[in-house]
């Protein structure tokens, strides 16, 4: 009685096994497969098979009993099924699936079979396919004749189409959607969540950040943050990152352009780059905004950052109105920034004009290279950041930015009005610095 | 060539349509491959043996393609003509195998996949044999010309955005002639391109290629203990799967259309942790040690590569593959990492003793 029962079960689970079967068998090629794209294979042959009436028509994995599950006989439903819709690329699709299978399957009696046998074949066909190379064996067999399946279609319908659970778990998607997204322009959210801690001590402790009207920044949607720059060692890009991901109430993510002297100056350029710098550029930038991302740009540049203790909360050139032509191109809006506080953070006192390392310029402060690297520890001073509200450039078209005199015009503006916040915020301090440095 | 693309778009789209069939449309189509016994060339062979509307395989080179990828040596439909593209009369036996055959489409793949320290050679071979194979096809007037090109062409340069376009010029490093010469075909391929409009021209510029099988610069770099790299930097890197690279070609002559497309895997890696899913150690070595040493193995012919490739340990050379997917109809079915995972699965059996080389 009970070794019964236990035989009901071993065949129910037999039954129920194609999957397991599959995931578990070697690779027949010398070419190494990775399992879930072995599963998530099978799935995306037998969606280019009959990927349209696969939703209604396909049967329960476990009633395979039934003639209407096995597979040609889906196939021949499919044939009828394409006649009555009057595809007849559909229709001769589905034929030629049962001509191939008559001609290589002979003994392909139920779908666990079949997609075992389909997937030999398909690997031993002269390579593994994994499911998106079958996006490309679809566009192969639409070259061929076959026309009727679009690729992307494939790809859609047949996600989950054989299970969703499996796909998700196992899948070759489900390993892309948990695997650790590095993104494209390098920045890797596992890499900050390990400095979150230190970051935010910085931000909070260290600098004690304030930030005044941080909701200017639209909620959504691409935007131009522009803010000063300042400090031998630029840490504004990162306190202003800190001040979005901790203070924005909605958005998580700000993308800063970086000169080149910090992107390519070993250890720095990739620490920063991590975190979400991303070198300065008129193409990246672009590829930044067209993704509706945020994104902070300093435009005076290196002048910015070389800039006397002396002359502090001057503002320099800001570049040539690159961002300008930016917004204007992409349709963004801009959102004036003032930071103050970074400018005393390393107070450069001289400029020692030797190149090396990739630095233009080797910093001369009170402390550096007096105490040596230790030196170029940031100063505890209180930073304020202010965002002003977007300067709408609605009115503008995206031709005005060939426009040098309009693009004069605006980048002289935002300037000014940058120029005017600085200046509110270091009047607002009730402290001044000491101006032993000559300033 | 871009010209030519406007132009197309200018007669509208079923002037573009027409023209697609005037190849297509005639369905039995006879390829040439140049440098046929290569990792592409040998694949392709089999892959075309399998296409029914292919009636002839032209494979040229100076040894027969045999061994990986053609298990059985060549099929049926292929001939094999023993060219050197290297010999000052190739032009005129070229012409005469494409004149004998009625070869309508060239894949052009005679290129060397690793540095040389034969350079007069590999000038001869890649400049001048892109040279002469133009100028055969210009001769005898085929229909469709593919050429192999490399995004590494882009050069690793400081001033590069994190996606070069296919508009961005080829740089390559200044002095390292193995990439000089690749531009050179390039640059001698547009104008071919500009000079004969009655011929479409396809230019894949294929990303770094990864895989089980494939023997290139990045394997060899990859299968050592310990890798080195530039101390303080940590590009990203982006690679393609060799099976990509062969669909590329074989669905550019599927699909012939005209202009030069980026062939890459979907998303980038940083070079610390490619190294770390081979399971490798790093050996990060400050970038003028590193040069100098590797100037010196390589003159050593030690090294796999001279020394201005450490460059690219260091600077981006990443290009977008936006154009290839939209305009060519191709997505590579690897992404960066699944390419390197796929590599580092033969690397693994091979270190096992349960794969050959």
């Not at chain 1, 596992?190 to 909070?204: I, N, P, S, T, W």
Request: aromatic content about 8%.
């Amino acid at each position: 009685m009970s070794d019964e029962r236990i035989d009901n079960k071993v065949c129910v689970q037999r039954n129920k096994r194609p999957a397991a079967r599959r995931s578990t068998s070697p690779a027949p090629s010398a070419c190494a497969v990775d399992e879930p794209s072995c599963l998530s294979s099978d799935a995306q042959l037998s969606g280019i098979f009959g990927p349209e009436p696969s939703q209604e028509a396909r049967p329960k994995s476990d009633d395979v009993s039934e003639p209407q599950g096995t597979f040609e006989a889906r196939l021949h439903a499919l044939v009828k099924e394409a006649e009555g819709v009057g595809d007849p690329a559909l229709r001769a699709l589905a034929i030629e699936s049962l001509n191939r299978i008559a001609r290589t399957l002979p003994d392909a009696v139920d779908e666990g079979q079949l997609s075992q046998a389909t997937h030999e074949r398909a690997i031993g066909a002269g390579g593994i396919l994994p499911p998106r190379a079958l996006v490309t064996q679809a566009a192969h067999e639409r070259a061929l004749g076959r026309e009727s399946v679009e690729e992307r279609e494939v790809n859609d319908a047949t996600i989950g189409s054989f299970s969703k659970f499996f796909e998700h778990r196992w899948g070759r998607d489900g390993v892309r959607e948990r695997s650790e997204p590095i993104d494209e322009f390098g920045y890797s959210p596992d890499f900050e969540a390990r400095l979150l801690g230190v970051l935010k001590q910085m931000y909070r402790r260290w600098f004690r950040v304030s930030v005044q009207g941080i909701g200017e920044i639209p909620s959504q949607g691409r935007a131009i943050l522009v803010a000063n720059h300042g400090g031998a060692v630029p840490w504004d890009g990162l306190m202003l990152k800190m001040a979005v991901k901790l203070d924005h109430p909605s958005r998580h993510e700000l993308r800063w352009l970086a000169e080149d002297f910090i992107f390519h100056t070993p250890f720095v350029g990739t620490f920063v780059n991590r975190l979400g710098a991303v070198r300065a550029c008129q193409e990246n930038a672009e590829r930044l905004l067209h993704q509706d991302r945020l994104v902070a740009v300093f435009p005076e540049g290196i002048q910015g950052v070389g800039r006397l203790y002396s002359e502090r909360y001057r503002l320099r050139r800001f570049g040539r109105g690159g961002y300008i032509k930016l917004a204007l191109r992409s349709g963004s809006p801009i959102v004036p920034v003032a930071i103050v506080g970074a400018e005393e953070v390393n107070p450069l006192v001289f400029k020692l004009e030797v190149r090396g390392l990739g630095l233009p310029f080797w910093p001369i402060t009170p402390t550096f290279p007096l105490f040596g690297p230790i030196g170029l520890m940031p100063a505890p001073v209180k930073w304020r950041i202010l965002v002003g509200s977007p300067i709408d450039l609605s009115r503008y078209r995206s031709e005005h930015a060939e426009d040098a005199h309009v693009v004069h015009q605006l980048n002289d503006l935002v300037r000014a009005q940058i120029q005017t916040m600085v200046d509110k915020l270091v009047d607002e301090r009730a402290y001044r610095f000491p101006s032993m440095f000559g300033g | 060539m871009s010209s030519k693309r406007d132009a197309i778009e200018t007669f509208g789209p079923e002037a573009e349509s027409h023209r697609r069939e005037k190849i297509v449309g005639r369905r039995a189509r006879v390829v040439a491959l140049t440098g046929a016994d290569s990792l592409i060339g040998r694949n392709l062979i089999a892959l075309l043996e399998e296409d029914h509307f292919v009636e002839r395989v032209v494979a040229l080179d100076i040894s027969l393609p045999e061994g990986a990828g053609l298990p059985k040596g060549l099929g049926s439909k292929s001939r094999f003509y023993k060219v050197d593209l290297t010999r000052p009369g190739v032009g005129a036996r070229l012409v005469e195998i494409f004149q004998t055959e009625s070869v309508e489409t060239v894949v052009h793949l005679a290129f060397l996949s690793n540095p040389v320290h034969a350079l007069a050679w590999s000038h001869e071979l890649e400049s001048a044999g892109t040279m002469h194979v133009l100028n055969a096809c210009g001769d005898h007037g085929i229909a469709h010309f593919i050429l192999a090109s490399q995004t590494m062409l882009y050069g690793p340069l400081p001033q590069n955005p994190n996606f070069l376009t296919e508009e961005h010029p080829l740089r390559g490093i200044r002095g390292s002639s193995c990439l000089t010469d690749k531009i050179q075909a390039e640059h001698e391929t547009s104008r071919f391109s500009e000079a004969y409009p009655q011929t479409l021209v396809t230019v894949l510029r294929l990303a770094p290629i990864i895989g089980p099988t494939v023997s290139n610069l990045v394997t060899k770099w990859l299968s050592r203990r310990l890798v080195p790299t530039v101390l303080g930097f940590d590009p990203l890197i982006q690679l393609l799967h060799e099976m990509d690279a062969i669909a590329a070609f074989k669905h550019a002559l599927d699909h012939p259309t005209e202009g030069v497309f980026n062939v890459v895997g979907e998303g980038v890696l940083p070079l610390s942790k490619v190294i770390k899913l081979a399971g490798r150690f790093m050996l990060p070595v400050p970038e003028s040690v590193l040069h100098t040493a590797t100037r010196l193995l390589w003159s050593l012919r030690v090294a796999d590569a001279p020394a201005e490739f450490v460059r690219y340990l260091r600077y981006l050379c990443v290009a977008d593959g936006q154009r290839c997917m939209e305009e060519l109809g191709l997505v590579p079915a690897f992404s960066t990492r699944e390419a390197v995972l796929d590599f580092v699965g033969a690397l693994r059996m091979r270190e096992a003793r349960l794969l050959g080389r």
